[in-house]
């Protein structure tokens, strides 16, 4: 059974950083694509970043692109998403999932394994 387990969230204020992880099981965890999405109260679930298998490709919506981080340690089996100079509108559930059928990029449809979600409060 895939787990994906998501921590590190909490309430912040603007500017400060948070550093999520993710503890994959149950799958074969360097053979996958990894992302963080997140979702914020009455909107949709977006792709924040992905990060390939191996760790030598990875991708960053245009609002987090150079403030956000993310990175994956296979020995481990755990995915990571450094966040900086963090802004109220970053607020939501940030969530980890998991691919080896979709690229990085390919948005919510192209992850087959999702995580149970942690908040991340930016307060203003």
């Known amino acids: 059974q895939v787990q994906l387990v998501e921590s590190g969230g909490g309430l912040v204020q603007t500017g400060e950083s948070l550093r999520l992880s993710c503890a994959a099981s149950g799958l074969t965890f360097s053979n996958y694509n990894m992302g963080w999405f997140r979702q914020a109260p009455g909107k949709e679930r977006e792709s924040v970043a992905g990060i390939a298998s191996a760790g030598r490709g990875t991708w960053y919506t245009g609002s987090v692109r150079g403030r956000f981080a993310i990175s994956r340690d296979n020995a481990k089996n755990t995915l990571y998403l450094q966040m900086n100079i963090l802004k109220p509108e970053d607020t939501a559930v940030y969530f980890c999932?998991?691919?080896?059928?979709?690229?990085?990029?390919?948005?919510?449809?192209?992850?087959?394994?999702w995580g149970q979600g942690t908040q991340v409060t930016v307060a203003a």
């Open positions: 999932a998991a691919t080896n059928r979709g690229s990085i990029n390919g948005g919510v449809r192209a992850f087959d394994y």
